[in-house]
């Protein structure tokens, strides 16, 4: 079985008997030891726990899949890094995440936890106390942030589904250097219970996988209300795995233009101009007001995140990823009027996005402005002036984000042989649209999670 196998054909394959779930898990584990020194993909790697559970036998629809999280989600007996040094000190979990549990009553197997940007405050997937998760496409260069580490284990083949967790894009941004396909529920659809928080007005949790069925199965296997999480809404699942062959047909479908073309590197829009071309989306719309709902995204986030965090910041400076304190830092000295002034826009930025989903089911927009930069890169050119990296890449996510909206990442190939991602994003509670037109790119070819060609 290659390792590029979908968690859709190894469920098939171990249901069927045609391979055991032992034998899955074991080569699992020898490409996870074998490849994690040159990806830095895993910080914690749970062989003993996998094997017993594979040995047990594994059924459901996701029987026998290896899967890995996020570090910041809790795992019985491994304390819950969130890619820190402080927490290193903490006790260990003494129960799983709902999610975790979720996953393996589907019959899912979990092999360890991932690499992280600290606190996941970092578009980049580098980590100062772990060192960088790498992308599997070029080694040298980024997996993005802050879910690093759960791009690097997908794309580089090592776990066919990880976890990642999606504030302001962390699970967007490594879908679209790595190449994968990656799910941001509706806010409140998932339940975070058992997540390490960074700003609870904004967290998602969600899947990446290498294929559009792949991601609905987890996507599945992980709903269902959870009283534990105060923002968990007491909604009836809504599987969608069964609509995918619905596809496209018949959806309004348009482009993200304005804000969202403004600063896109030319492989960005070229993807995004392919995608439309395919659906044969003709229209753009323009969001209002996308730049002020970025910047209203930044001081939310950065106050609620300071708020979070203040005791640490008093007491363990110096254990800080420095980048990571001074924003930090920064959040808790924001005037308590621009926090309103934000609160205060996004209500109205939502309502006015709510509107706009009335006259159309998806609107198509870049993930990313490039392809992925290279680890320990400062700068990038952003519409013709050069700006910071780090707090850039996330231009087009966070606005999204800042209003709890449903949105799937497609990959897509580009001429520099590297991989960029469009996000297609729907009305809350329409994950079923979004996973439908991935499902319809994927099959017509225009979106393919591309396999690495390194040698490692």
Known sequence: ????????????????????????????????????????????????????????????????????????????????????????????????????????????????????????????GENVHDGPSRNPHDTTRMAGGSSGGSGSAVGGGLVPLALGSDTNGSIRVPASFCGLFGLKPTYGRLPRTGGFPFVSSLDHLGPFARGSADLALAYDAMQGYDPADPVCVDRPPEPVSGLLRKGADGLRIVSAGGYFRSGASPE?????????????????????????ARSAAYIIS????????????????????ADVRDRLIAGALVPALAVVQAQKFRRWFREEMVRLFQDVDA??????????????????????????????????????????????????????????????????????????IAHALESSGVAKAPIPTLEY
Not at 302 to 321: I, K, N, Q, S, V
């Open 268 to 292: 960005a829009l070229i993807a995004l101009d392919a995608v439309a071309a395919a659906l044969g989306a003709t229209r753009t719309v323009t969001i209002p007001d996308a730049r002020r």
């Open 363 to 436: 609107i198509l927009a870049p993930a990313t402005p490039c392809v992925a930069p290279l680890i320990g890169q400062k700068t990038f050119v952003l519409d013709g002036v050069e700006m910071p990296l780090r707090p850039n890449i996330g231009i087009y996510t966070q606005p999204i984000s800042f209003i709890g909206l449903p949105v799937v990442v497609i990959p897509i190939p580009t001429s520099l042989g590297l991989p960029i991602g469009v996000q297609i994003v729907t009305a809350p509670w329409r994950e079923d649209l979004a996973l439908r």
């Open 302 to 321: 950065t106050t609620e995140g300071a708020a979070l965090h203040l005791e640490r910041l008093r007491t363990r400076p110096d254990d800080f990823d």
């Open 1 to 124: 079985m290659s390792p590029f196998t979908s968690a859709t054909d190894i469920a098939a394959s171990v249901s069927s008997g045609r391979t055991s779930a032992t034998a899955v898990v074991d080569a699992c584990l020898e490409r996870i030891e074998r490849l994690n020194p040159v990806l830095n993909a895993f910080t914690t790697v749970l062989a003993d726990r996998a094997k017993a559970k594979a040995a047990e036998g594994r059924s459901g629809p996701l029987a026998g899949v290896p899967f890995a999280v996020k570090n910041l989600i809790d795992i019985a007996g491994v304390p819950t890094l969130a890619g820190s040094k402080i927490n290193r000190d903490h006790p260990p979990a003494t129960v799983d995440a709902p999610l975790v549990a979720r996953l393996e009553a589907a019959g899912a197997i979990l092999v360890g936890a991932l690499n992280m940007g600290e606190y996941a405050y970092d578009f980049t």
